[in-house]
Structure formats: C-alpha cells, structure tokens
C-alpha cells in the first residue's frame, strides 16, 4: 500500500511539475482572495490583522477545491481512470498517494499565503510549533476529505457544482479549528490552540480513516 | 447498471405494500394534527408565562422538539445507511428508508434554525450568534443539501445507495458532535431541560412540552412514512417501466411479423403496420428503450 501511495503521489507530483497549473494557475488565484478580502474589510488594518486567520484558511479551503478538481481531472480526461481501476495498485494505496500529492501542493500554497497575510495584513507570525503542526495536520485533513469527495463526484455530470457544496460542510470544522488554533499561536485570542490542535486530529484522522477504508468501492462505482 | 442490479431493485420494489402504508400514514397523519392541536392550545392558552422568560417561554414547546426530530431523521438515516452498508442485511427498502429519513430530517434541520433563531432573537437580542450548537446545526443543514443534491445527481440505484450511505455515516459524526457541542465548548445555549435529574420545567409546561414531543414525533413518522411510500411507489414505477418493455421485447420474438413484402397485401388483409421497438399503441406504457439488435 505504501509503494502504490509513494508510486500515485510522485506521478500526480511529476505531472504538475510539468504542467505547472498548481504554481500558475491555483497560487495567484489564492493571492488574489487575499487581496479581495483586503477590499472587503476597506482595508482596516487592525481589523485585517486580527481576522487573519480565518481569512488565511478560507482562502486555503478555495483553493483545495481546485487543487483536489485538478487531481482527479487528470484521471478523468483521456479514460486514465479506467487504467488506474485497472492496474494492480492497492485503492487505499491509490487515495493515500493521490491526498500525500495534494497536501504537498497545498502545503506550498499555504507558505505562499503565510507570506501574503504578513506582507498585506500585517499579521505577525509566531508560535512556530503550533502554527506548523495545526498547518501540517489541518492540510493531512483537507486534502483526505477533498481527494474522497473527488473520488466520490468523479463521474457525475453535475461533479464542478456538486464538489464545492458537499466539500465546503465537510471541512467547515477543520477551517474552524485551524482558525482558532492559529488565531491562539498568534495571540489573537486567548484560547489553548493545543486543545484545537487535538480536534484537528481528530477529523483529520477520521477523514484519513473514511477514505482508506470507502476509496476502493469509491473507484468502482463513479 | 447491470442487468442483475435492475433484476433485484425490480423485484423489491414489486414486494413492497403500498395500500398497506397508505394506511399507516393516515393514522399517523390524524395522530398528528391531533396532538398538534392539543399542543398549540396548551401551549398559548392553558400553560402560564414562565417567571423569567416571560411569553417567550412559549417557544419550548416548538424548538426542543422540532430540533429533536431533526436529529431523529438523520439518526434514522446513518442507521437505514449502516443496515445497507452491512452485506447480510442489504436492500433496497433500508435505501428507501435511509433516503426518507434524510429528507424529513433536512425539513426538520431547516425549521430548527428558523425556530432556533426567532428564540435568540427574543432570548439573545441577535438573530444569530456563533454559538458552537448553532454553527454546527448550519454546517448539518448545509451537509444534508449536499447529500440530497448527492442523490439527484446519481442514476444507477446501487451506486446512489453506497456513495449516498458513506456520506450519510459522516453525517452522522456531525450530529454526534452536534448534540455534545454544548457540554464541549463554551456556548450561549440552553442544555438539557428534560433529561436531567432535577427537570427545570414542571406542571402543564412539562405537560405541553411532553405532548409537543409526541405531536412533533408523529408528523415526523407520518412524513418518513410518506416519503418512503413515495421513494417506493417510483421504484415500482421504474421496475414496471422495465418489465413491460421485456415482455415487449419477448412478444417480437415469439409472434415475428408475417414474411410480406412491404407495401403488398394478402387478398382481404390490411398492410403490415412497419415494426416498432418497444411497446404496441393502447398497449402499457414503456419507460425503457430497447434497443433492437
């Protein structure tokens, strides 16, 4: 399972290395929610800087949408879906490989963001441990719930509409407790992110779980 | 889908009993506008003012129970998606079920926070706050729109079924953490009034708000029930659609056309109408095509 895992995850990384749509396309669209929250908020600083971390995960959560659409696109054009239900590959080898690829690329985007949210918002980034740890389990959360809701939307017709209304709930708690633990390491609220820290787990773990044990009945029914 | 898909979802649909919760639902129906009366007259005429909300008291009798059945249809339907997902007790009426306890369960999720926010608004100040309950009662309601938006957008029964049951099952979690969310966090929202060792609420308010719960439970039965004859009476549509365009298809073959040139007549006969595919006019109607090879 963890060879199938490794084998998915470097061909999905490979493929968007060469394509560069992630690093094109998805990074200044994420910049670009940024910017669009600064004209929303009238550009008040005090008040940008302690929303901060709310604002940083939602413009994460867009664009895990389109980072986990871009994934399983590349298995739906050309029939490469039917080749991968083919191969001898382990489905939760498959899901496991296919969610590692979209984390690494949404761990990219949320450095890029990191970066926005100082330079715009003039946030001011400490608690390393905690920030890095909520970012590094909240993105293992995401990227398992949007890679089996993909899975799930994959052969429908309506999938581009359906996949942001089932994903957007499903990861509305991991936004939530991410936010607050960020908020906490940046001492926006006074709250223990390490309690937040413990919830984000415990999605993350569920969602980890769900999908290694649904994938394979997944592929084979859409 | 598979010829032996359709086969068995035909055949439990045929089983079914329509006449039979036609009945059923008109007891329930009858339970509940029965006990729906009772509740709305205690409930604005006999049971007093309470001494610290005032008139606004009143809505105990509405919001507990309604957010009680919005909980029951999506337990119902993690329950129905569980007995499908289970291979020994797979069918297509826990499908049914599973289906009809989600969509009362949506109707009920939707007036909680209609309820829920005209309470707030009276008890608060604000319609809305974000109170843990309340925002993961929004992100359910919101979960439930997405499985049934789930449902319409899958044709093939069995595949509708196992990706609708998965999402049901995660559904299910939220309502979990839905319920504890008062004790886990810190929140603005009353806790439990009836199910505590010392209930805050006594005489006919505990009254009222007991025959709000069996008011407010037997419309939800009478709408599952409803819902499930409806769910059932469309797969019997379906199965019938299919085996009439079979029995169509097998009439060709067994009583094939006279060998007559097209256009020529035998002496006294009328011409041969040309072949059609599925079904004959005045015939049952076929909601299949059949495809003739």
């Given at each position: 399972m963890w060879r199938d895992a490794l084998l998915v995850a470097g061909k999905d990384l490979r493929i968007e290395g060469s394509s560069k749509v992630a690093l094109n396309q998805v990074g200044p669209y994420s910049v670009v929610v940024l910017l669009l929250f600064g004209f929303a908020f009238d550009q008040d600083r005090p008040l940008l800087t302690e929303a901060a971390p709310g604002l940083f995960w939602i413009a994460v959560l867009f664009s895990a949408v389109l980072a986990v659409q871009r994934s399983f696109a590349l298995e739906t054009s050309d029939g490469a879906v039917d080749r991968l239900r083919l191969s001898r590959l382990e489905p939760a080898g498959i899901f496991l490989g296919k969610a590692a690829a979209v984390a690494v690329q949404l761990l990219l985007l949320e450095g890029l963001l990191a970066l926005g949210v100082v330079v715009l918002f003039h946030a001011r980034l400490a608690g390393a441990a905690l920030l890095g740890a909520s970012a590094l389990v909240a993105t293992a959360g995401i990227a398992a719930a949007g890679v089996a809701y993909a899975a799930l939307s994959m052969?429908?017709?309506?999938r581009e509409t359906l996949l942001p209304l089932l994903l957007a709930p499903v990861l509305a708690p991991i936004v939530l407790a991410s936010t607050e633990a960020w908020r906490s390491a940046l001492g926006v609220s006074t709250g223990d992110g390490w309690r937040w820290l413990g919830l984000l787990g415990g999605f993350a773990a569920i969602y980890l779980a769900g999908g290694v044990l649904s994938f394979g009945a997944l592929m084979e029914e859409t | 889908m598979s010829q032996e898909r359709v086969r068995t979802w035909a055949s439990a649909a045929r089983s079914g009993r329509p006449a039979r919760a036609a009945r059923l639902t008109q007891v329930l129906g009858w339970a509940a506008l029965v006990t729906l009366g009772l509740t709305t007259w205690w409930g604005l005429w006999v049971s007093p003012p309470d001494v610290v909300q005032g008139q606004y008291v009143r809505m105990l009798y509405v919001h507990p129970a309604v957010a009680t059945m919005c909980y029951a249809g999506f337990g119902l339907c993690a329950l129905a998606s569980v007995a499908w997902l289970w291979p020994r007790l797979r069918s297509p009426r826990w499908d049914r079920l599973a289906v009809a306890g989600a969509e009362v369960g949506a109707v009920f999720c939707g007036a909680t926070l209609v309820t829920g926010s005209i309470w707030g608004r009276a008890?608060?100040?604000?319609?809305?706050?974000?109170?843990a309950r309340l925002t993961l009662t929004a992100i359910l309601f919101a979960l439930s729109l997405g499985y049934l938006a789930l449902r319409r957008a899958i044709d093939d029964p069995h595949s509708r079924a196992l990706v609708s049951a998965m999402v049901a099952l995660l559904m299910a979690l939220t309502v979990v953490v839905d319920h504890y969310a008062t004790s886990w966090f810190v929140t603005l929202h009353q806790g439990?009034?009836?199910?505590?060792?010392?209930?805050t609420v006594h005489g006919w308010q505990l009254a009222t708000m007991l025959m709000s719960f069996v008011a407010f439970g037997s419309l939800f039965a009478w709408m599952v029930a409803h819902r499930y004859r409806l769910e059932l009476l469309e797969d019997r549509y379906d199965a019938e659609g299919y085996t009439s365009a079979l029995a169509a298809r097998r009439a060709e073959g067994q009583a094939p056309p006279e060998p007559v040139a097209p256009g020529r007549a035998a002496p006294g006969q009328p011409a041969p109408e040309p072949a059609t595919t599925a079904g004959a006019p005045g015939g049952p109607p076929s909601k299949v095509e059949v495809r003739v090879s």
């Open positions: 052969g429908l017709r309506v | 008890s608060w100040g604000v319609w809305w706050t974000w109170d439990e009034t009836l199910l505590t060792p010392d209930p």
